[in-house]
């Protein structure tokens, strides 16, 4: 299956990326990968990338389109891929079609986690990470330590990333708003998606979009 995932930050999509490529045995293709791949490689794409980045700026469409269309050619991504963080604008989404459309293919599904935005804070601004070490991550609802502000591994001290910060969550989802949602609009009109709660334990949301997935695929 050739699937492009969506939802706000905070909406599980990393999480559920990973568990969803393995069970249906395609690779997963995140933005972030792509762009430390190509840096790391230094590809020329990364090359571009990272001038961009150096300078502060946005990385233009095209780079990012590039990059996409250079891994989904992959020889692992031949029977499908599921896409994580790309497209995440309406101009990348028909460059998506267009390149697809090149090649023969077409997405098979379009998989929307549905969240509400205070639930999206509570999730993010809650994060406490150790100063010692960030693997040992914390949650003041979810996932709250013995103790609070200590670390229950090592004793270190727990904070709240500036990026976790209730005033930047907002402002990241003022933009998911802004630029990515209206993607889902796009491909709505096109029967293509299909949205799923990605509210309770993470094995329930997987399982929930394993069974949207394979109704779309028997449709």
């Given at each position: 299956?050739?699937?492009?995932?969506?939802?706000?930050?905070?909406?599980?999509?990393?999480?559920?990326?990973?568990?969803?490529?393995?069970?249906?045995?395609?690779?997963?293709?995140?933005?972030?990968?792509?762009?430390?791949?190509?840096?790391?490689?230094?590809?020329?794409?990364?090359?571009?990338?990272?001038?961009?980045?150096?300078?502060?700026?946005?990385?233009?469409?095209?780079?990012?389109?590039?990059?996409?269309?250079?891994?989904?050619?992959?020889?692992?991504?031949?029977?499908?891929?599921?896409?994580?963080?790309?497209?995440?604008?309406?101009?990348?989404?028909?460059?998506?079609?267009?390149?697809?459309?090149?090649?023969?293919?077409?997405?098979?599904?379009?998989?929307?986690?549905?969240?509400?935005?205070?639930?999206?804070?509570?999730?993010?601004?809650?994060?406490?990470?150790?100063?010692?070490?960030?693997?040992?991550?914390?949650?003041v609802t979810y996932a709250a330590p013995k103790t609070?502000?200590?670390?229950?591994?090592?004793?270190?001290?727990?904070?709240?990333?500036?990026?976790?910060?209730?005033?930047?969550?907002?402002?990241?989802?003022?933009?998911?708003?802004?630029?990515?949602?209206?993607?889902?609009?796009?491909?709505?009109?096109?029967?293509?998606?299909?949205?799923?709660?990605?509210?309770?334990?993470?094995?329930?949301?997987?399982?929930?979009?394993?069974?949207?997935?394979?109704?779309?695929?028997?449709?």
């Amino acid at each position: 299956m050739r699937i492009v995932l969506v939802g706000p930050p905070g909406a599980g999509k990393g999480t559920q990326a990973a568990f969803l490529a393995k069970n249906l045995s395609i690779p997963h293709i995140s933005t972030g990968d792509l762009f430390r791949a190509n840096i790391s490689q230094g590809t020329e794409l990364g090359k571009q990338a990272k001038a961009y980045m150096d300078a502060g700026n946005l990385v233009p469409d095209e780079v990012t389109i590039g990059m996409a269309k250079d891994r989904m050619e992959q020889p692992d991504a031949e029977n499908g891929f599921l896409l994580d963080g790309f497209p995440r604008n309406v101009a990348q989404a028909e460059a998506l079609d267009a390149m697809l459309d090149g090649e023969g293919m077409k997405l098979d599904a379009v998989l929307d986690l549905e969240v509400e935005e205070d639930e999206v804070v509570k999730r993010i601004a809650g994060r406490r990470i150790c100063r010692n070490d960030s693997s040992h991550v914390f949650h003041v609802t979810y996932a709250a330590p013995k103790t609070e502000g200590v670390c229950d591994a090592c004793g270190g001290e727990l904070y709240q990333r500036d990026d976790d910060s209730e005033g930047t969550v907002r402002k990241r989802l003022e933009v998911y708003h802004t630029q990515t949602e209206p993607i889902i609009d796009y491909y709505r009109a096109q029967g293509l998606v299909v949205t799923i709660s990605a509210l309770g334990k993470v094995d329930e949301v997987t399982g929930r979009a394993m069974e949207a997935l394979r109704g779309e695929k028997a449709a």
